[in-house]
C-alpha cells in the first residue's frame, strides 16, 4: 500500500519544460498564484516556470494514447482543477495518459509574454517533452494528442496546424522530436485567425455550448465545415442549453457530462486507444 501511494503522488509531480528555465522568462523569479474560488477549485496565475503534471493510467488499463491538457482562462489565468486535473483524472482511470500543462500568461496584467510567442512555445514543448518520454511514460509516441479549453483550445488548435518536424542536430534532444499532435481536442476554444488547414492536420474532436458566445457557438461549426473541407476527419458536438467553461466538474448533467465518454470513444474510432 505504501508503495502504491508512493507511485500515485510521484507520477503527479509537475515537470518542467525547461529545467534550466524558460526562453523568454529570464530574470522572472516571482511565485505562481493561486486563487481559491467559492466551489474550492484552483485558479493560477503568474507562471514563469511551465510545466506538465502527468496523470498516468496504471498498466493494466493504458492504451498507448495521451493527451496533453491545456486549461483555460483568457490568458489571464489557468483554471486548473474542472479544465485541467478532473479531466486527467478521468482520462488517465479510463487508459488515456494525460498531462496538465501549464504555460505562460500572455494577458496577465503587466505581462511580457505573447500568445503566438510564448504561450504556443509551452504547449509544442510539452509535446515534443512528452514525445521525447514516451517510453517511460508508457505511450506510443505516434499517439500523443493536444485537448483545450478556451483560451487552451486556442493553444491547441495552433499546436494542431503550425508544428515542424523537430530541429535536426538540436542540442537540447527534446527539440529533435517532432511537435505534430496525433489528434486535436478543442472544446469550447477561442478559434484562431488565418487557421491553415490541410489533409494533414490531425483529426479534430469539437465540443462547446449552443448558449456560449457567437464567435464560438457560431465559430466552431464553421471551423468543423472547413476541417471537413480540408479532408479532416472531424466530430462535432454543440451542447443544447450549455454555455462556456463547463469542463469537468461533479455538478454536470447531461448533455454537459457526456462528453469525456464521447471523447473516448472518437479516440477509438480513430485507432487511438489500440493496448500496447
Same mark, same amino acid.
Given at each position: ?45 503568474? $507562471? ?20 496533453? $491538457? ?8 489557468? !483554471? ?29 496584467? /503587466? ?70 499532435p496525433a489528434f486535436q481536442a478543442l472544446l469550447y476554444p477561442a478559434i484562431p485567425h488565418d487557421m491553415s488547414l490541410s489533409k494533414q492536420t490531425p483529426p479534430a474532436f469539437l465540443v462547446c455550448g449552443e448558449e456560449d458566445r457567437p464567435d464560438i457557438a457560431q465559430g466552431l461549426p464553421q471551423l468543423y465545415l472547413s476541417l471537413k473541407q480540408a479532408g479532416v476527419s472531424t466530430e ?6 450549455? /454555455?462556456? /467553461? ?19 470513444? !472518437? ?10
Amino acid at each position: 500500500m505504501l508503495f502504491f501511494v508512493g507511485s500515485a503522488v510521484a507520477q503527479n509531480l509537475a515537470v518542467l519544460l525547461w529545467p534550466n528555465g524558460a526562453p523568454g522568462s529570464e530574470g522572472k523569479t516571482a511565485d505562481e498564484s493561486v486563487r481559491v474560488n467559492e466551489n474550492g477549485e484552483h485558479i493560477v496565475s503568474s $507562471i514563469h516556470y511551465p510545466s506538465i503534471t502527468p496523470y498516468l493510467p496504471s498498466k493494466d488499463k493504458a492504451t498507448g494514447a495521451a493527451v496533453i $491538457i491545456a486549461p483555460g482562462g483568457g490568458h489571464r489565468e489557468l !483554471w486548473m482543477d474542472h479544465e485541467g486535473y478532473k479531466v486527467a483524472m478521468w482520462l488517465s482511470e479510463h487508459g488515456v495518459a494525460a498531462f496538465v500543462l501549464k504555460y505562460r500568461l500572455a494577458r496577465e496584467k /503587466g505581462s511580457t509574454y505573447t500568445v503566438e510567442g510564448t504561450a504556443f512555445a509551452d504547449i509544442q514543448r510539452a509535446v515534443r517533452l512528452v514525445r521525447s518520454r514516451a517510453s517511460e511514460w508508457g505511450v506510443d509516441p505516434e499517439r500523443i494528442g493536444v485537448m483545450g479549453f478556451s483560451a487552451g483550445g486556442e493553444l491547441a488548435a495552433m499546436a494542431s496546424t503550425r508544428y515542424d518536424a523537430g530541429i535536426t542536430g538540436a542540442a537540447d534532444p527534446i527539440e529533435r522530436e517532432s511537435s505534430k499532435p496525433a489528434f486535436q481536442a478543442l472544446l469550447y476554444p477561442a478559434i484562431p485567425h488565418d487557421m491553415s488547414l490541410s489533409k494533414q492536420t490531425p483529426p479534430a474532436f469539437l465540443v462547446c455550448g449552443e448558449e456560449d458566445r457567437p464567435d464560438i457557438a457560431q465559430g466552431l461549426p464553421q471551423l468543423y465545415l472547413s476541417l471537413k473541407q480540408a479532408g479532416v476527419s472531424t466530430e462535432l458536438h454543440v451542447l443544447a442549453r450549455t /454555455g462556456h /467553461g463547463f469542463g469537468v466538474r461533479p455538478s454536470n448533467r447531461p448533455p454537459v457530462s457526456d462528453w469525456p465518454q464521447l471523447f473516448l470513444e !472518437w479516440l477509438d474510432v480513430q485507432g487511438m486507444l489500440k493496448h500496447r
